[in-house]
């Protein structure tokens, strides 16, 4: 049984010893410190990576929850003795919803919906704490908003032109968003994040009990299911063009940028 | 890679001694408001406390979306049931002339009311949403009396924090918290649409909480109970739902 006293006197030492460890002189690693430029702020890379672990978990939550009823109506209502306005393809995981199939799939609803509120919540607060510090900051006005000779189809069109021809990158985007990329975050930040919350949102008894704008901003609550279901597909799309833009411009350059802050700079720079 | 100063390290050190401590008492105030709900443990406890909380803060009293008598669904759907007991068939066979709701726990006056008994009691008629947890949805008028006139009936007494509910067969119960309980949207219900509630939909009676989901909405029901805790029913998570991991808290 560890006594009050050796237990205060355990957590000095081990206060003493972590100060200690981090006062000491760090020797360099390598002979040449390769020069590195800061990338990222400390508060777009913790609000990146939970976002991430949220979206995944309320991909996949979403997913378990959308195969008890894999069936989408437009409007207030909507349920098996009514024509939905489509079906996927899929099993089910209640029989109560008849489908193509003889069987049923396992049932995650319970702990996929306690996952998926959870998940939420991390969501919006995360959303809530970037957005504020991102309007007050500038983050958002120098580094998402398009740059001022850049807001024009014709800019969009020559930068995918760039793109599609293979053609290197212009040398300021090291350290700026291209205007494809400012356009692609504005439209996921401000648009498609906001409408997927909100269509959730939509379909709460209570939340619509307290602000039923909402349920007519979305349409009615299965218009706002249906809505809340073609939202998660544009974020996943969005999704792998992000992984696969990331990974082809130098995987572990980026993340290091999108982790500690700081990305390598080029040799003779 | 910022440098770690003696003077970040204590700085960090004190803020998030602070936040801890914060958060120490913003629990202890939470659970003295009734913000917490009792399936708080566990990994997915800090989402519905969170869920529970913004209600209780923000949403105690608001009213579940009615709607136009043209909105009622033709086609509603009654999710499938047990099949019914022989006890249940004969009372049904009957015209439940014999239901009985019992009421009682922290309540100055028990009773046992008959259908007939809920009937003399003011009528209300609803028009609202019945949501599954499965995404499906209809609506329908919903007629009987609201639980309050039955509770004020018999009298709560100071310190009850729940109603617990069950349903003819007594392993399917619920609980909600006593502003739910009160709420003049709680309706024990006897009529649906254009005539009596059918089996099907949960008759002859069924505890309507509109601004919850279906589940909550139980069916057959014959037992009503006021009470100060739900930690001695079931695993004291406050309904059968967590048990088979559900959220106690549906309304979301």
Redesign the interface.
């Known amino acids: 049984m560890i006594k009050g006293g050796e237990r205060r006197g355990g957590t000095i030492f081990v206060l003493l010893a972590l100060g200690s460890w981090y006062s000491l002189p760090v020797p360099t690693l390598s002979p040449v410190r390769k020069k590195t430029a800061s990338r990222h702020a400390v508060v777009v890379r913790v609000t990146h990576w939970l976002t991430v672990v949220a979206f995944l978990a309320l991909l996949v939550t979403g997913l378990c929850i959308v195969i008890s009823h894999p069936r989408f109506y437009w409007g207030e209502t909507g349920n098996v003795n009514m024509k939905p306005a489509f079906t996927l393809p899929i099993p089910a995981s209640r029989d109560t919803v008849p489908t193509a199939y003889k069987y049923v799939m396992p049932d995650e609803n319970g702990w996929s919906r306690y996952l998926h509120f959870e998940a939420a919540w991390l969501l919006v607060i995360t959303a809530l704490v970037y957005g504020a510090w991102g309007l007050v900051s500038g983050h958002f006005r120098r580094n998402i908003v398009p740059l001022r000779g850049e807001r024009s189809w014709r800019a969009i069109g020559a930068r995918m032109a760039q793109y599609l021809r293979r053609a290197p990158p212009d040398k300021q985007e090291e350290n700026s968003y291209n205007v494809l990329q400012r356009v692609a975050y504005l439209a996921v930040i401000f648009v498609l994040f906001p409408a997927i919350i909100l269509t959730g949102l939509a379909m709460s008894p209570s939340f619509v009990g307290a602000f039923p704008a909402i349920a007519l901003i979305a349409g009615g609550k299965q218009t706002a299911r249906t809505l809340h279901f073609f939202l998660t597909w544009a974020l996943v799309a969005f999704l792998v063009v992000h992984v696969a833009m990331i990974a082809i411009t130098g995987f572990w350059s980026r993340m290091k940028a999108m982790t500690t802050g700081r990305a390598t700079k080029e040799e003779g720079e | ?1 910022s440098l ?1 100063t ?1 003077r970040r ?1 204590i700085t960090t050190g004190v803020a998030t001694a602070a936040g801890v401590t914060g958060l120490g008492v913003a629990a202890k105030l939470s659970r003295k408001y009734g913000l917490v709900p009792p399936d708080c443990k566990g990994v ?1 406890g ?3 406390t ?2 529970y909380g913004a ?1 209780r803060l ?2 105690r009293h ?4 009615e ?1 136009p008598r043209n ?1 009622i ?1 033709a ?3 009654a ?2 049931i047990a099949p019914p007991k022989e006890a249940f068939k004969k009372m049904q066979a009957r015209g439940f002339v014999d239901w009985k709701l019992t009421v009682d726990g922290m309540v100055e006056h028990p009773m046992t009311l008959s259908l007939a008994d809920l009937k003399t009691m003011p009528v209300h008629s609803q028009i609202t ?1 019945v ?9 329908a008028e919903w007629i009987g009396t609201p639980l309050s006139n039955v509770l004020n009936a018999a009298v709560l007494k100071p310190g009850v924090k729940f109603i617990y509910y069950h349903a003819v067969e007594p392993y399917l119960w619920e609980t909600i918290d006593v502003d739910e309980a009160m709420h003049p949207q709680t309706l024990l219900t006897m009529g649906m649409n254009d005539g009596d509630l059918p089996v099907g939909f949960g008759g002859p009676l069924r505890l309507r909480v ?4 279906g589940y909550k909405s139980l069916k057959f029901v014959t037992h009503i109970s006021a009470v100060d805790s739900v930690k001695n029913i079931g695993k004291g998570l406050g309904s059968v739902d967590p048990e ?4 106690w808290y549906a ?2």
């Open positions: 890679m770690i003696r390290l997915y800090a989402g519905e969170l869920s209600e923000f949403a608001a009213m579940a979306r709607f909105m669904s086609k509603p759907f999710n499938e949403e949501s599954c947890e499965e995404g499906w949805s209809y609506i509109p601004r919850q989901l088979f991991g559900y959220s309304g979301i």
